[in-house]
Structures are given as structure tokens and as C-alpha cells.
T-cell receptor, first 115, second 114 residues
């Protein structure tokens, strides 16, 4: 079946503009995560969704970052008033529920460049 | 919160040799330890994982070992091939629900030379 998809694949924006990044998880996956990967760095957790609610937002770096999920499926990560330090690859992952199955499946990412 | 350290940051081996990447974690409540492989410009893909109720797991040329007492786990790749060249990330989590987020190491760039 289809894997996790993200759009756009690349986004170039000017400092101060708002951007929206989209994630389509694997059908039926109730858990959804956003991570950020800066150049040459590991993946940094941003936010976790269970269904449409976000019980863990602890990784969002500032109040300029927000995310929502509707219909238990598509999620949008919004960055307001973008700064150059927001430049990174934003990765989405999804996972099926169940205590014995933990694998998170990643999307291809959105490469954000803030000029 | 959890902190995962990974070493080395770069590793170069000759084809056919073995490669070992080591990670340590700080939170003794972590119980799930996946390893992801990320080729240049591609998404991370799970290659092997281990849960805290076992000490070792093997899948063909790849194995992972876990020492819960030392809070240490390692990836072993035997008979390396050029297609093993990639960045490898270790991670840790505390299981399901709100504890399921992954904390990643900073990655190891593995280069397999001919």
C-alpha cells in the first residue's frame, strides 16, 4: 500500500512569511509524529498526535510553530513568521496502534529553506 | 527527558569488514530501541529494532545488542557491502501512546569502500 507522503517536497520562503507543511499518513495509522532534521543532525521530535488530539507538543520550539490533524488522517504543520533557523527537513511519521508494534514509518520530508 | 548519544559520527570500513555503531541512553524507562538507515536524500527506514525484554536480535547481516544495566545498545553489520553506505540513527522510546516519541542519536555516517 501507499506509504507516508508529504508535500511540498521543497519549500523556499522569505523570512517572516508563514508556511504550511502537509503530511498524509498511512491509512489506518492513528499515531502521527512530526520531527525536524537540521543539516547534518539527528531527528528532533516536535509533536505527537493520537487521532486528532496532540497529547505531546513538548518539542515545538516556539509559539510560531503549530500543528493540527483532522479526520484522524492528514496533518498540517504551520510555521508563522519564519526565521532562517527554521531551515531544515521536516519529517512526518505514522504508526499503527497496538502495544506490540512500535515501528514508525517516515515520509520523504519537506525541505524548508528560509532566505 | 531522554538523551541518546551515538558514536562514532563517521565510520569508514572496507567491503567485507564489520561495522559497529554504539549508543547510550539516559532514561532507564526506555524499552524500545530502533535503528534507522537514511540514504542521501531519502527517508529514514527501519532496519532492525529491539525491545528491552531481549538482549540480542539478528536479521541476516545485521544484529543489535542491548545492555539494560549499562543503558547501552549497539548495531553490528557484518560482511559490509557498498550499499550499506548511509547514515545510521539509533533511537529510544518508552513504548506506546504519549511515551512513543523517538529520541534519536546524532547519526553515524558509514562509508564502505571497495
Amino acid at each position: 500500500g501507499a506509504g507516508v507522503s508529504q508535500s511540498p517536497s521543497n519549500k523556499v520562503t522569505e523570512k517572516g512569511k508563514d508556511v504550511e507543511l502537509r503530511c498524509d499518513p498511512i491509512s489506518g495509522h492513528t499515531a502521527l509524529y512530526w520531527y525536524r532534521q537540521s543539516l547534518g543532525q539527528g531527528l528532533e521530535f516536535l509533536i505527537y498526535f493520537q487521532g486528532n488530539s496532540a497529547p505531546d507538543k513538548s518539542g515545538l520550539p516556539s509559539d510560531r510553530f503549530s500543528a493540527e490533524r483532522t479526520g484522524g488522517s492528514v496533518s498540517t504543520l504551520t510555521i508563522q513568521r519564519t526565521q532562517q533557523e527554521d531551515s531544515a527537513v521536516y519529517l512526518c511519521a505514522s504508526r499503527t496502534q497496538g502495544a506490540s508494534y512500535n515501528e514508525q514509518f517516515f515520509g520523504p520530508g519537506t525541505r524548508l529553506t528560509v532566505l | 527527558g531522554e538523551n541518546v548519544e551515538q558514536h562514532p559520527s563517521t565510520l569508514s570500513v572496507q567491503e567485507g569488514d564489520s561495522a559497529v555503531i554504539k549508543c547510550t541512553y539516559s532514561d532507564s524507562a526506555s524499552n524500545y530501541f530502533p535503528w534507522y538507515k537514511q540514504e542521501l536524500g531519502k527517508r529514514p527506514q527501519l532496519i532492525i529494532d529491539i525491545r528491552s525484554n531481549v538482549g540480542e536480535k539478528k536479521d541476516q547481516r545485521i544484529a543489535v545488542t542491548l545492555n539494560k544495566t549499562a543503558k547501552h545498545f549497539s548495531l553490528h553489520i557484518t560482511e559490509t557491502q557498498p550499499e550499506d553506505s548511509a547514515v545510521y540513527f539509533c533511537a529510544a522510546s518508552k513504548g506506546t501512546g504519549t511515551a512513543s516519541k523517538l529520541t534519536f542519536g546524532t547519526g553515524t555516517r558509514l562509508q564502505v569502500t571497495l
